[in-house]
């Protein structure tokens, strides 16, 4: 081989490493269709703006300080492609709505949250797909994360503010 290939098939190499390295993990997809809260309530929004809550516990503050609280919704009527969840948890950080997780049982629910998600935020390869764990859709404003434990039978479905995360986080706002 001449050294001018040698030299082409390292810098090949070498660009094709450098950009699965940079690239984001398999099993998140950039959002196509951007949620900016769940069903009405929008990422800020305080307790009292989301009908249907009901307080739980205070978990205490993040890293600045800012107090956080969990408030249960009602499931009453709700579906996402036929999987009626088994809790609706929302939660707030400093009164403004952070994160909405749907519990759920059962892989088959967990298959047909999988469907919806890709029908909405945007499709996962074949290889992601069988990632059955976890999959992420990132966006601007929001963060889609289903997850399933195969152990106990159990996932959640969570819609989070990227912004109100990062300050959950202790990551500042």
């Given at each position: 081989?001449?050294?001018?290939?040698?030299?082409?098939?390292?810098?090949?190499?070498?660009?094709?490493?450098?950009?699965?390295?940079?690239?984001?993990?398999?099993?998140?997809?950039?959002?196509?269709?951007?949620?900016?809260?769940?069903?009405?309530?929008?990422?800020?929004?305080?307790?009292?703006?989301?009908?249907?809550?009901?307080?739980?516990?205070?978990?205490?503050?993040?890293?600045?300080?800012?107090?956080?609280?969990?408030?249960?919704?009602?499931t009453v009527g709700i579906a996402l492609n036929g999987v009626s969840p088994s809790r609706i948890?929302?939660?707030?950080?400093?009164?403004?709505?952070?994160?909405?997780?749907?519990?759920?049982?059962?892989?088959?629910?967990?298959?047909?949250?999988?469907?919806?998600?890709?029908?909405?935020?945007?499709?996962?390869?074949?290889?992601?797909?069988?990632?059955?764990?976890?999959?992420?859709?990132?966006?601007?404003?929001?963060?889609?994360?289903?997850?399933?434990?195969?152990?106990?039978?159990?996932?959640?479905?969570?819609?989070?503010?990227?912004?109100?995360?990062?300050?959950?986080?202790?990551?500042?706002?």
């Amino acid at each position: 081989m001449k050294p001018t290939a040698k030299l082409l098939s390292l810098v090949l190499v070498f660009c094709f490493l450098y950009l699965e390295l940079a690239s984001p993990p398999a099993w998140s997809v950039l959002i196509h269709d951007e949620p900016s809260g769940f069903r009405g309530n929008h990422w800020g929004d305080s307790p009292g703006d989301c009908p249907q809550l009901r307080f739980v516990k205070g978990q205490g503050t993040t890293y600045s300080g800012k107090p956080v609280d969990l408030y249960d919704r009602s499931t009453v009527g709700i579906a996402l492609n036929g999987v009626s969840p088994s809790r609706i948890r929302c939660r707030f950080v400093d009164n403004q709505l952070e994160s909405v997780q749907l519990s759920y049982e059962g892989f088959a629910n967990r298959e047909k949250l999988l469907q919806l998600m890709e029908e909405r935020y945007g499709r996962l390869t074949s290889g992601e797909r069988k990632m059955t764990a976890r999959a992420e859709w990132l966006g601007f404003e929001s963060i889609v994360v289903l997850s399933f434990n195969h152990e106990k039978g159990l996932g959640s479905l969570w819609f989070l503010s990227t912004t109100l995360h990062r300050e959950f986080n202790g990551q500042g706002l």
